[in-house]
């Protein structure tokens, strides 16, 4: 089987010959990514993006934070920058970068529905604007939504294989708004967004950090294929396991806790009891190596220990 042909079995839980993987070289990686010159999503390490905001960094993680919104009063949203997703300037190359996957499942980023929103709020006046501005708040959501549907369906004329949300909807311990909220504002316009890129031929993968457990049935509900967490110990192996079969999970050894703090005999067991309490052999999981271990703090023999067991346990269960 090709590294497409392993992804889109182990999405489709079709007995895959192998276990998926995207790891660092020289491990395996059966993911392509195939991004265009500049999203309208782009976050800066430090600066300015398109919207105005302005970003800071500490200068270890590969990821830095708005420190200044640019959109404190909705008196100002028609002085609030857009930017313009069909901009060609923005897709120069971009079937170039889509044929060099050559076997490989390709995926692209798409735009985030609640992060982005954040960012150009602010994530306390977000939450205040979901009581007080909602009228605001869901014309600026519509706007984010439409220019991910124009992503996705420009994405599947390229034979994309999967678009990925990314939208950290968790806490250490709960979502970030209730799930009912949740529910009512962000679920039917994810709906759409997946059936959308289900109509285009695309999988859907969601990065969302943090405790998201209250939503996954949801999730699952309105087409989520792939499911991509960091963190899974704050949730519970035991927990999670309850949706076995029913979503692929896309994960690395928990980075807050057993990567960041374990021993490498303890990784090498963590990798085990996860795809055992999350895959099997049919599929549903897809082993992944976290992009900023620098930053997450974790050590080259702690990387090497997950590695290496997750190849193990390709050649050992399947």
Known sequence: MTPREIIRRTIKFENPERLAMTLREPYTNDMHYAGLVRSVDWRPRTGVDEWGAVWENIGVCNLGEVKEYPLKDWA??????????????RWEGFSDKVKAGGDKYIVSLGISIYERLHFIRGLENTWIDIYENRENLEMLLDILRDMSLYYINRYGQHNVDGYIFTDDWGLQNSLMISPELWREIWKPRYAELFKACHDNGMDTLMHSCGYIIDILDDLIEIGLDVIQMDQQQNMGLD????????????????????????????????????????????????????????GAGHSEESLEAMFSEFEKISKTYF
Not at 270 to 279: D, N, Q, S, T
Request: hydrophobic share 35%; with cysteine; glycine share 8%.
């Open 239 to 294: 927990n999670l396991s309850k949706f076995k079969g029913r979503i692929t999970f896309f994960n690395p050894v928990d980075i807050q806790q057993t990567m960041a703090w374990g021993s490498p005999d303890q990784i090498r067991a963590y990798c085990h009891e996860m795809f055992e309490k999350l895959g099997s052999t049919k599929g549903g999981f897809i082993a992944k190596f976290y992009g900023d271990p620098i």
């Open 76 to 89: 100002d949203f028609d002085k609030l920058n857009i930017p313009n997703p069909a901009e060609e300037w």
